[in-house]
């Protein structure tokens, strides 16, 4: 399983991707980020490429192994940490 420390620093970058863009609530953080919580208000019920887990299973378990795609995702979530923490 991946583990999220659910920063919510992906949730506040939504513009950056196509596949997120339809989320954004017009400031490039996504409609259901909630600020005082730091948490997604639809959690259980959130769409397929917002979880890790599932969008794997659906999309890139015959592309690349689980190790090299949480590789990338922890990458990916290291760069958006680095991003936020320097703006």
């Known amino acids: ?27 490039g953080t996504c ?7 730091n948490k997604c208000s639809i959690y259980e019920n959130r769409p397929i490429f917002c979880c890790i887990d599932k969008c794997y299973e659906k999309y890139f378990k015959n592309v690349m192994s689980i190790k090299q795609y949480y590789n990338l995702n922890y990458e990916a979530c290291k760069k ?8």
């Open 1 to 27: 399983m991946f583990n999220c420390d659910m920063c919510g620093c992906c949730c506040r970058s939504v513009s950056t991707n196509d596949i997120y863009k339809h989320l954004d609530r017009g400031d």
């Open 31 to 37: 409609k259901y980020f909630e600020n005082e919580t």
């Open 80 to 87: 958006l940490k680095e991003y936020f923490n320097n703006k």
